[in-house]
């Protein structure tokens, strides 16, 4: 089968908790779609990332699970606010399952935003200062990227302070890629150019995007890197169905998701609700300003449904 290069799936972590109606959550939607994805040629699966604020299943439980039922995927985090975690833990928890899916592990980080009382809380309830999570987030990176190298790490910092640590397993991919997402932020895009492997985003504009991206390739060329070979992956939320159908099942679902309005949300992320042309015309005109890598996202309550819809009438048109 001819692969689907560059383009992944987001999988219902949260999804299937909204929908439970309080119930057990169809915990194996996950595994039946990834095996799909990967059946159709997809490139990699992505889970997103909370612990209170955005209930869901644990994002590296999971990760490990999908490395295990599955051979040829990647399985990245869209995206881990790692600040919440030690980076001691995530880093070996990150290197175990790179173990177990043989080398297919991909850390997509970002800061997460502090806009919003509920993720202030979330950062209270495991220690952390929400002012904090930059710094923590950067320092953290720092640490696994050493603790990864299998030297015995000494780290000064001003949140992890280590003295001749060794971690074990080592990644078996040299290095684990680390993709760092930020959106018109000046930090964040600072942070890509001089951190990231690869740059995630979901801005909801093709202007938007061309701006942050030419911040990030000023930032790296300041500090003698060449970004111009970086990925450029783009967080896109899809509903395909007819216009009205769309805007009505995919309002509904960022309700339930953010308890926010599609017409709040749209605002801030990238959402194409509609019938597939639409999201053909959008997904090709951010191809042509430069995205390099799809993530995609199903605003829908009926995710096989929308990932075969997607696959049948979009991306024959996109690739």
């Not at 295990?68 to 001691?88: E, K, Y």
């Not at 993720?119 to 904090?132: F, K, N, S, W």
Request: aromatic fraction near 8%.
């Amino acid at each position: 089968m001819e692969t689907v290069n560059n383009f992944g799936i987001l999988l219902p972590t949260r999804g299937v908790l909204v929908y439970a109606d309080g119930g057990r959550p169809r915990v194996e939607l996950n595994w039946q779609m990834a095996e799909t994805v990967e059946r159709l040629g997809y490139d990699s699966v992505w889970v997103g990332d909370s612990v209170t604020s955005k209930p869901r299943l644990e994002p590296l439980t999971i990760m490990s699970a999908l490395a295990a039922r599955t051979q040829r995927v990647r399985i990245g985090t869209a995206v881990m606010l790692s600040a919440l975690r030690h980076p001691v833990h995530l880093a070996h928890a990150l290197a175990t399952i790179d173990n177990v899916s043989n080398g297919r592990t991909i850390l997509g980080a970002g800061a997460g935003r502090g806009d919003n009382q509920m993720y202030v809380d979330e950062h209270e309830v495991v220690g952390i200062p929400i002012q904090e999570r930059a710094d923590r987030m950067e320092e953290g990176i720092r640490i696994m990227r050493s603790l990864w190298s299998g030297e015995d790490v000494t780290f000064e910092g001003d949140y992890y302070p280590l003295n001749n640590v060794t971690l074990e397993p080592h990644p078996l991919q040299d290095p684990l890629p680390i993709w760092i997402s930020s959106n018109w932020v000046r930090r964040g895009l600072k942070r890509v150019a001089e951190m990231g492997d690869a740059w995630i985003t979901n801005v909801p504009s093709v202007d938007l995007f061309e701006r942050c991206w030419d911040r990030v390739q000023e930032n790296a060329q300041s500090v003698g890197r060449n970004a111009g070979e970086m990925p450029r992956a783009l967080y896109i939320s899809v509903n395909l169905n007819e216009e009205a159908d769309a805007l009505s099942e995919g309002d509904q679902f960022m309700q339930s998701y953010y308890s926010r309005p599609y017409e709040a949300v749209s605002k801030q992320l990238l959402c194409v609700f509609g019938p597939p042309e639409k999201c053909i015309e959008s997904i090709n005109t951010y191809r042509k300003a430069g995205v390099t890598y799809f993530i995609v996202r199903f605003a829908s309550p009926h995710q096989m449904e929308q990932l075969n819809r997607f696959t049948r009438y979009v991306l024959p048109h996109v690739r």
